[in-house]
């Protein structure tokens, strides 16, 4: 007569048939959302992007992605970036994500304060392996990683020297950043493969960010966040516009 499994033998057991599973799921979630990145902020965040903010998650999940997004005050563009770069950090394998912004203020104060806030908001499965600092976000027993970097006229090397299988550049208010910042990073943002997005409120009518919507058009792909058709800024705002 065969003899019956000890109660702590079934319950080791189970744990390994659960956490199989579980890596499964894990796995097929992610399979998902490389080619979703809407879907990932749903399922991640419980939220729904407005109708804008699903063009620039559209738009990013293309490999080899130039995207320049013009947008007015309130339209959740750097909610948006947040979403990206978890949405990179978490799904990709061998990935950077260097961000930056013309200010500390801009880098450290609204655009990781933003990450900040939509990684407190993530699935406890993948929640627990996202480790956050003042200047970095990365994946526990991974080579994955975002780093922030204020892009100066007095230190242009902001973007410079990543190296991965997946790059992704973010740019956060773009316009207010010198040319002499992407002059430097030409080389690592036409790495095949990289994907970048510039948004920023367009303040000059010239530069890197401004040539993306006229001289350089054809190399981008160019969206514009409007405030009127953003449901996440106020009637009253517009009307005061």
């Known amino acids: 007569?065969?003899?019956?499994?000890?109660?702590?033998?079934?319950?080791?057991?189970?744990?390994?048939?659960?956490?199989?599973?579980?890596?499964?799921?894990?796995?097929?979630?992610?399979?998902?959302?490389?080619?979703?990145?809407?879907?990932?902020?749903?399922?991640?965040?419980?939220?729904?992007?407005?109708?804008?903010?699903?063009q620039l998650l559209r738009a990013v999940a293309v490999e080899d992605a130039h995207v320049a997004v013009k947008s007015g005050h309130g339209t959740g563009k750097t909610s948006c970036l947040a979403w990206i770069m978890l949405w990179a950090v978490v799904c990709f394998p061998d990935v950077k994500v260097p961000c930056t912004a013309p200010t500390g203020h801009q880098l450290k104060d609204v655009l990781w304060s933003e990450v900040s806030k939509w990684r407190d908001k993530?699935?406890?499965?993948?929640?627990?392996?996202?480790t956050e600092t003042t200047n970095e976000v990365h994946i526990d027993g991974t080579q994955n990683f975002s780093v922030a970097r204020t892009g100066r006229k007095d230190r242009p090397e902001a973007l410079q020297g990543m190296h991965a299988t997946n790059l992704f550049f973010l740019i956060d208010e773009a316009s207010g950043i010198d040319d002499a910042v992407f002059e430097v990073a030409r080389g690592a943002l036409s790495t095949r493969g990289a994907r970048v997005v510039m948004a920023a409120n367009?303040?000059?009518?010239?530069?890197?960010?401004?040539?993306?919507?006229?001289?350089?058009?054809?190399?981008?792909?160019?969206?514009?966040?409007?405030?009127?058709?953003?449901?996440?800024?106020?009637?009253?705002?517009?009307?005061?516009?």
């Open 122 to 130: 993530m699935l406890p499965l993948w929640r627990k392996d996202v």
């Open 1 to 54: 007569m065969p003899s019956t499994p000890s109660v702590s033998r079934v319950k080791r057991v189970n744990r390994s048939e659960t956490h199989a599973r579980a890596v499964r799921q894990m796995s097929d979630y992610v399979t998902t959302w490389i080619e979703d990145p809407v879907q990932f902020v749903i399922d991640q965040f419980d939220v729904h992007p407005s109708e804008q903010q699903c």
């Open 202 to 241: 367009p303040t000059r009518a010239s530069g890197y960010f401004y040539n993306a919507f006229n001289k350089n058009r054809d190399y981008w792909t160019t969206l514009t966040f409007s405030c009127e058709d953003s449901p996440h800024v106020s009637p009253k705002y517009v009307e005061e516009m």
